[in-house]
């Protein structure tokens, strides 16, 4: 035993995504502490969807940064969060709370391709800030009537961008996928892992534990 060994920097997710918080576990991560941002989420005049993604990721890592800083049992915190939006060209699509936007949703992703961007965002504890957006591109079959009203009857496209999610029912619906599926879900885990481990985050170090 190394008595000079350092404990870990602890890892805040700025996240009250249940499915980020799956992807991190997926990989061996468990953060020491969930600080979901909970900020505004609309798209400013004119925004393009891979703009949106990053802002809205930064700012929900500083905004839990913030919360962060007032913790002492956080010092010295890495702050992670991650930002996901779908779009049809330069049109950003809603995360539906209304069954009738979720049907917008899908008719308009119905039998074409769309892409979804997901921002990574991490704030180091030496106050540097490291961003990457990834991008995968999706093509939906044609969905008929009932189809959509079948899928919207599930509820799962609540609250979820694009009013789907691929890692439920819909995922019979995707024809291709060229990308990341953990980026469609909402956390790239390449570019997070290797996004972490370029800061010196030591991923390993919690492999300690034996997978589920
Ligand atoms: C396209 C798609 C999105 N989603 C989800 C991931 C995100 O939770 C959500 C996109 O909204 P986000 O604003 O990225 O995330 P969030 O508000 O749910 O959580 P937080 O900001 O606290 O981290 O859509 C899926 O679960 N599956 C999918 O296939």
């Known amino acids: ?83 996901t939006v779908v779009a049809v060209g330069r049109r950003i699509l809603p995360k539906p709370e209304v069954t009738d936007e979720a049907a917008a949703c899908l008719r308009l992703l119905s039998g074409r391709a769309h892409r979804v961007y997901t921002a990574i965002c991490l704030l180091t504890p030496k106050g540097a800030t490291r961003q990457k957006l990834v991008e995968s591109r ?32 819909a995922g019979a619906f995707v024809v291709k996928l060229i990308g990341s599926y953990s980026n469609v879900v909402g956390l790239p885990l390449f570019e997070t892992m290797n996004l972490l481990a370029g800061e010196h985050f030591d991923v390993y170090e919690r492999w300690t534990e034996p997978a589920a």
């Open 1 to 83: 035993m190394n008595r000079h060994k350092q404990p870990p920097a602890p890892l805040v997710l700025a996240s009250g995504s249940p499915r980020r918080l799956a992807l991190l576990d997926q990989i061996g991560i468990i953060p020491d502490r969930l600080l979901p941002a909970g900020i505004e989420e609309t798209p400013e005049r004119k925004e393009l969807p891979r703009s949106m993604a990053r802002r809205l990721a930064r700012t929900k890592a500083e905004v839990a940064a913030r919360a962060a800083g007032r913790d002492p049992a956080l010092e010295g915190a890495y702050v992670l969060a991650a930002d």
């Open 138 to 169: 999706v093509r939906f079959k044609r969905l008929s009537r009932s189809e959509i009203e079948i899928y919207l009857a599930s509820g799962e496209w609540q609250g979820k961008a694009g009013g789907y999610a691929i890692q439920g029912r």
